[in-house]
Every structure is written in structure tokens, then in C-alpha cells.
């Protein structure tokens, strides 16, 4: 029987002082996702620091500016596999000045791993890094407390560590977080079981690692079909032809499937089914298809196509939780462009509800002024309705881009709640 | 055969990525360079668009170096599927003898390279351009966007990089501006040789192995092409390419690798990366310095 694999994207959060780089140049290492040749050009990199050996933090700081400072700037992705499944890191910094680019890694993970520094146990960070975590809907967090070497691989120590960060953990009801110790400098508990500690019973990490379980078979709100292009052909070979190419992000529809498109909420039913250049009669969560209706009707980019009867909520006021990424604050007199399942309408912020200290994470109110990497909760006024899920619903037609119009910038992620 | 279900994924994924070009931009174009990524590349822009024809031209930048049987697949290829195909030379740096050995690797690719591409993109006003990089090739390229944004000088500034979340992708730019986009961010040498095996894609003959005459240079294997000057011992050696650039800088590796499902074991039991082979990636002048300056 063919193997089925599969593709794991995870994020892994914690500074550099926690060995995060040092972490991934491991796995990489170990699962042969690194080659020989990069390595060597690495050693000549590594000479520059006078290190001795391979500075495995060199094998993922990808720009110059990152490798002179010995710190991870922005978010970088790393690939391996073992048999069983594709793995797809995203390597974000740690830092507080850094948080959107932790935001940014994690919004495409299905799984985080948080380190954190045996000797330093649960640090502020750890908890910034659980929230944020929490508040992109990632469901699965490994929470690897690293440098167990330098505790001696102590025993007392990791499990410490390990009943304070659950029970500051225990507010989010995140349902799944596996704590484990490791070194991942000396490569205990990555790959293979540790020798030093005989006292943990459980999964290594690569096994933790292949047994998560991917985002894309989460639970959805309901057939969403948002409408990326419509696909006009009319020749010799195909006479009028009028596909609707999208990307399904919700439950399946098949030909037959009787659909609603938003807003106009006329009705139809699906004809043809084309994906990867073949004509189906299924179209499952994540596939990209072009479809055909039975009936003329106006439908363009933007428009969402879903099961008739099961609608999602049509709004032009939503409440979100959003991180801000420019350098310049958030002008709530402006109009930004709202960016939401190929949609682009305009927004004003009506109100800010509170921001998040991201030291205590407590909900500040009365605040006037969110800067870069701050995430807050707005109330937003849209020139135009949308048709959305909440994000715990629906993690891609609950999310949404501001983008400045006098920069083009992306300055803001959000999340619908 | 099946396809397995990671390069399904991988595929809607790509797909996804090529219909946001088409809709964000006004004038996209993919820039084609006949190699293994590219021939995956332009199969899932088919796919993308059927049973339309493919909605934007290809560009292959030229710099007259390449091996002729690059020169004869592209245009066989280009012709069964009805493609529209631009080729942009610097016909300046030719007429005036631009050769690696002559000017050096880096002012070489400068000028045929990234000069002649950048000239290309503004020539015909393209405003996106759709490129077959892959994050794993190479450590600066592992911090890429999917859309990653040019200056009006086409140039990249990786510590100013618009954040990039979910599958929101942000097209904004101002005229004269552009955006690269990569929709093979995602997949690694191994799930390339896997996709063309399963959807069995047409790529060049020199990726297979084959007794070819080459000359050593140092640890690279270079190929006694049409083009090159040959200097050093001429030993025949049964051979193949990992990737494909300009002859007289291109490297083979040894291996019998004569079909595809022994390409497919070599790329995933690699030990050495594909860029290895290419000189260009050598030297103090980097991927990030040359990727800064606006090369792909």
C-alpha cells in the first residue's frame, strides 16, 4: 500500500538564548534536511564568530544582518521530512519588538512549538508565545523545555517548569499542550530517547511531531467557496464557458450541490467540477477547483459561494482581535483597505476595546494608541458587508488584512470574533 | 497513478497562488528558464486556468549560454501548448563578449542575468513576475515571501519585508513598482522530481544520465559544451544535471540516474544540495547581495 504523506507546518517560538535555532538546525540535522555542502560554507561562517564546530543558529539565520547580530529578525521556513510526513517550519523571533513576525509564522501553523530555558523555567515570553498561539486557533502546542543538560537533566526541574506553565496555561482551554524535556544542543530527546533521562516516559519530539494532527482536517463552518477569478473560454474546443476558480475552505460540495452566492444570495446548482485539469465530482477542504452553475448570474471576485440554507453571518460591523505590524501607529481616522477572502472593501476603526499588555497579558481599556506589535480588540465599520465566520469557526473566512493605501503596506492582522 | 496527497496539496496551494497573480496585477509574467522548476511551473499554470489557455506570456531571460537542448525543448514546449513566449537578451553585453571568464561570475551574471531581466520587466511594463524559487534552495531565499515586493528599482529590501499571513496576499504596489511571486515557496527538490514523476512533466534530456564529455575545474564538472573554451583535460564520465543554467557554469554530478524514479532516489537521498553545481552561488557576493540587486 502507498504511504500517505502528509505535510505538518509548525511554528517554533522562543529567542535565541532559549537554543530555538539551535533546535531546528538539529532537526534539520538529524532528519537530513540539511546538506553536507551548506554546512561546509557554514563552518567558514562560524569561524567569523570564532566558534568552534557548527553553529547550528547559522544554519537558519538567513540574512547577513541576522547572522552579525546573532539574532532572528524575521520569519524564515525550513523544510524536512521523515517517511511518514513533509515538515514545514516556520522559524519565528522571539522577541517582544518582534511579535508580528511571530503572528505572521504562526497564521499557517497547525501546530507551536514554545521553548523554553531550563534554567530561566516559564518567562513572561513563554506566555506571550502561548497566547499569541491561542489567539491564531493553533490547537496543538509541544512546549519543549530545552538546555536540560545544563539542570543536570534533572527531573525536579522539568517538572517545575512544566506545572507552572499549565497552570497558566489552563485559562486558554487549549486542549492539547505536551511538555518535554530536551537538549537540543546534544540532541537529547529529539530524535531518539534520551540515555539522561530514563525518567521520561514519553514521545520523543519527531514522534510528537509525527503524530499531530494537521489543521487542514479541522472542523469547518460549512461549505465556503470564496471566488478567486471567473474563467470565461469560448472557442473551437469549449463553447461558452463559465468557470469560477476558488479555493474551498470549508465542507465539501459535489455536482448537484445547491449553492447560495453572497451577497447577492441568488441560488444555483454546481454543474462541473474541475480540478487539477480533470473533471471530479467532489470537491474536498483545500482543493483548488474551477466550478460551473446551471444558471447566468452575476458573480465575481470576491463573492462567496456556499451550501444553500447554511449562511455565514453577513455584516458590514465586525469586532476583531488584531496585531498591529507597521511602524506607523493606527490612525483611527483613517480609511484602510480590508483585505478579507479576495475581497477588498475599506474600514474605519470605531472603536478600540482594549489592548493587550503583552508583559501580563491583562486587558488594558482606555487606550489611545497601538504601535507596532501591539494586539489589540477593534470594533470596525466596513464601506461594504462581508460574509465571514468567526475565526474559531472558520480560520480563513474569519481573517483579514488592513493594508495602508498611501504606503501599501500590510499594517494589520485580524481575526473575527 | 494516484497523486499523493502532500503534492495535491502542494498543488492547490500553487494554484491558489497563480489565480491571486491574475487577479491582482494587471500585466503578469512568468518568467520561464526551460529548468525542471520551471517545466513544473508552467504545468500548474495549465492546470490553474483549464480549460482556458494559460492567461499571461512567458519570459525567458537568455543569455545565449544556455545548452542547446534547453534551446530546443523551450521551443517545441512553448509551441504544443500555445503558449506566448518572450525572449529578452542584453544584446549590448553579448555584442561585447560578456563571458564568465572574461568578466568574472558575478559581473557576467549581472549583466545577462539580473541587468537583462530587469530591463525586460520595464520594457514591456510587467508589474508581476512569476518566478519558480523554491525557499529551500538556498538560505536567503528561505526568507522570501510568496509576494515579495520591488522597489520602482527592482530591487529587494529583506529587512523591510511586508508581513505575509494566512493566504492573504498583498498585491498593493504603486506604478513602477513590482512584486516576484513564488508559488513553489513550499516544495523542496524532492517533492519537484516527485510531481514530475507522477504527473509525468516533460524536462530537459540533460537531467537524465548519460556519457557526456566534461572538463574538471576544480570540484565542479563542467560540460564541454558548444559554447564553453576548453581548457583543462576532457574526460568522458556518464553524468547528469541537477539544475540547469549557463553551460560554461553549470556543474554535473556523476550518476547513473537514467529515469525518472532514479532521479527521484537521488534528490531524496541527496546528501549535497542542487545549488552546489551552480558557480554563481559561490564567492563572496552572495544570493542575498545578488537577490537585493533584483536577480530572481
Known amino acids: 500500500m502507498k504511504s500517505e504523506v502528509d505535510i505538518l507546518r509548525f511554528a517554533t517560538a522562543g529567542s535565541v538564548d532559549d537554543g530555538k535555532s539551535t533546535l531546528i538546525g538539529r532537526l534539520l540535522y538529524d532528519a537530513q534536511g540539511v546538506f553536507i555542502d551548506q554546512l561546509e560554507s557554514l563552518k567558514g561562517t562560524s569561524d567569523k564568530k570564532e566558534n568552534s564546530g557548527i553553529d547550528f543558529a547559522l544554519i537558519t539565520d538567513g540574512l547577513k544582518a541576522e547572522r552579525e547580530q546573532g539574532i532572528t529578525i524575521d520569519v524564515a521556513y525550513r523544510y524536512f521530512s521523515t517517511p511518514r510526513r513533509k515538515f514545514i517550519i516556520a522559524d519565528t523571533p522571539g522577541h517582544v519588538q518582534y511579535t508580528r513576525n511571530m503572528f505572521t509564522g504562526a497564521s499557517n501553523s497547525d501546530l507551536a512549538i514554545i521553548l523554553i530555558d531550563a534554567r530561566k523555567g516559564v518567562l513572561q515570553q513563554s506566555k506571550r508565545h502561548l497566547y499569541i498561539s491561542w489567539l491564531l486557533g493553533i490547537k496543538q502546542i509541544i512546549v519543549a523545555i530545552n538546555k536540560m543538560d545544563l539542570v543536570n537533566y534533572e527531573e525536579k526541574t522539568f517538572d517545575f517548569i512544566k506545572k507552572d506553565f499549565l497552570s497558566i496555561s489552563q485559562n486558554l482551554k487549549l486542549p492539547k499542550i505536551d511538555v518535554i524535556p530536551i537538549s537540543a544542543l546534544n540532541g537529547d530527546n529529539i530524535i531518539s530517547k534520551s540515555n539522561n533521562m530514563k525518567w521520561y516516559k514519553n514521545q520523543t519530539l519527531i514522534e510528537l511531531l509525527e503524530r499531530a494532527e494537521p489543521m487542514n482536517n479541522k472542523e469547518t463552518s460549512g461549505m465556503r467557496f470564496p471566488v478567486q477569478l471567473v474563467n470565461r473560454v469560448d472557442n473551437e474546443n469549449t463553447k461558452d464557458y463559465r468557470g469560477f476558480l476558488g479555493t474551498l475552505v470549508g465542507d465539501e460540495f459535489s455536482i448537484g450541490t445547491e449553492i447560495n452566492v453572497l451577497p447577492s444570495n441568488f441560488n444555483a446548482k454546481i454543474t462541473k467540477i474541475i480540478k487539477s485539469g480533470l473533471e471530479v465530482d467532489i470537491a474536498k477542504i483545500g482543493d483548488s477547483v474551477s466550478i460551473c452553475l446551471d444558471k447566468e448570474i452575476d458573480i465575481s471576485r470576491g463573492d462567496m459561494i456556499v451550501k444553500h440554507g447554511d449562511l455565514p453571518q453577513i455584516s458590514n460591523k465586525i469586532i476583531a482581535n488584531v496585531c498591529w505590524m507597521d511602524s506607523e501607529p493606527m490612525n483611527i481616522k483613517k480609511k484602510y483597505l480590508f483585505k478579507h477572502c479576495n475581497k477588498i472593501t475599506k474600514c474605519i476603526v470605531k472603536d478600540l476595546v482594549y489592548k493587550i499588555d503583552m508583559e501580563t497579558l491583562e486587558q488594558q481599556k482606555d487606550v489611545s494608541c497601538i504601535e507596532m506589535n501591539d494586539v489589540c480588540q477593534v470594533s470596525l465599520t466596513l464601506l461594504k458587508s462581508i460574509a465571514y465566520d468567526t475565526y474559531s469557526k472558520n480560520q480563513t473566512t474569519g481573517a483579514f488584512i488592513l493594508i495602508d493605501s498611501d504606503t501599501n503596506n500590510t499594517v494589520a492582522a485580524g481575526t473575527i470574533s | ?296
Open chain 2, 1 to 296: 497513478m494516484s497523486k499523493s496527497k502532500y503534492l495535491e496539496e502542494l498543488e492547490n496551494e500553487a494554484i491558489f497562488i497563480l489565480r491571486e497573480v491574475v487577479a491582482e496585477f494587471e500585466n503578469p509574467v512568468m518568467l520561464y528558464s526551460v529548468g525542471k522548476d520551471s517545466s513544473v511551473m508552467l504545468h500548474l499554470a495549465q492546470k490553474a486556468f483549464f480549460p482556458a489557455k494559460i492567461p499571461f506570456p512567458l519570459l525567458h531571460v537568455d543569455t545565449g549560454y544556455k545548452f542547446k537542448e534547453m534551446y530546443e525543448f523551450r521551443d517545441s514546449l512553448v509551441n504544443s501548448i500555445g503558449a506566448e513566449l518572450i525572449v529578452h537578451r542584453n544584446e549590448e553585453a553579448i555584442a561585447n563578449g560578456a563571458h564568465p571568464s572574461k568578466l568574472g561570475v558575478a559581473k557576467c551574471c549581472g549583466a545577462l542575468k539580473t541587468q537583462a531581466l530587469l530591463d525586460a520587466l520595464e520594457l514591456n511594463k510587467f508589474d508581476a513576475a512569476i518566478g519558480g524559487a523554491r525557499r529551500d534552495e538556498e538560505k536567503s531565499r528561505a526568507k522570501e515571501r510568496v509576494f515579495s515586493f520591488r522597489d520602482s528599482f527592482g530591487q529587494w529590501d529583506p529587512k523591510a519585508q511586508r508581513p505575509e499571513l494566512w493566504n492573504i496576499y498583498n498585491g498593493s504596489i504603486d506604478e513602477g513598482e513590482s512584486v516576484r511571486v513564488f508559488p513553489l515557496s513550499s516544495w523542496t527538490e524532492g517533492d519537484i522530481w516527485n510531481y514530475i514523476k507522477e504527473e509525468d512533466i516533460q524536462i530537459v534530456p540533460l537531467y537524465f544520465a548519460k556519457k557526456r564529455k566534461i572538463i574538471k575545474k576544480d570540484k565542479n564538472l563542467i560540460p564541454l559544451d558548444y559554447s564553453t573554451n576548453s581548457e583543462g583535460n576532457v574526460e568522458e564520465l556518464l553524468c547528469r544535471f541537477r539544475t540547469l543554467g549557463c553551460a560554461p557554469c553549470t556543474g554535473a554530478v556523476e550518476s547513473s540516474a537514467i529515469t525518472i524514479d532514479s532521479i527521484v532516489d537521488e534528490a531524496i537521498t541527496a546528501t549535497r544540495s542542487e545549488r552546489e553545481t551552480r558557480i554563481i552561488d559561490h564567492g563572496s557576493n552572495s544570493m542575498e547581495d545578488k537577490k537585493k540587486e533584483g536577480y530572481f
